[in-house]
């Protein structure tokens, strides 16, 4: 699946952004659809991951981060509230294969074979 990100700007402390992730090549609602962030010299954090019927967050992010799937779209969005200086980074989606009606979703990047170019969102105070 390919996957293209957009979204992200300069925003002020306390603003809302909205990320978008337009997949295509395969049937989205096979895919686990998940965003990614790395600020300037860390490693990528998970944020937030969903299917057609469930969605999981990292315990930092819950609150003032909203992931949600449009099918009819193929598009995973990522809504940001309350945005923080430290909330700067370059955010990434990805995909990976739902290969199991038992499928528990992953916050381990190494779990995601499909990751779009990365948007960079900047928070400034």
């Known amino acids: 699946v390919q996957l293209q990100a957009s979204g992200g700007g300069l925003v002020q402390a306390g603003e809302s952004l909205r990320l978008s992730c337009a997949a295509s090549?395969?049937?989205?609602?096979?895919?686990?659809m998940a965003w990614f962030r790395q600020a300037p010299g860390k490693g990528q954090e998970f944020i937030a991951a969903?299917?057609?019927?469930?969605?999981t967050y990292a315990d930092s992010m819950q609150g003032r981060f909203t992931i949600s799937r449009d099918s009819a779209k193929s598009t995973v969005y990522l809504q940001m509230s309350n945005l923080k200086p430290e909330d700067t980074a370059v955010y990434y989606c990805?995909?990976?294969?739902?290969?199991?009606?038992?499928?528990?979703?992953?916050?381990?990047?190494?779990?995601?074979?499909?990751w779009g170019q990365g948007t960079q969102v900047t928070v400034s105070s």
């Open positions: 990805a995909a990976a294969p739902i290969r199991s009606v038992y499928y528990i979703i992953s916050k381990s990047a190494a779990a995601y074979n499909s």
């Open positions: 090549g395969r049937i989205f609602d096979s895919w686990v």
């Open positions: 969903a299917t057609s019927r469930t969605s």
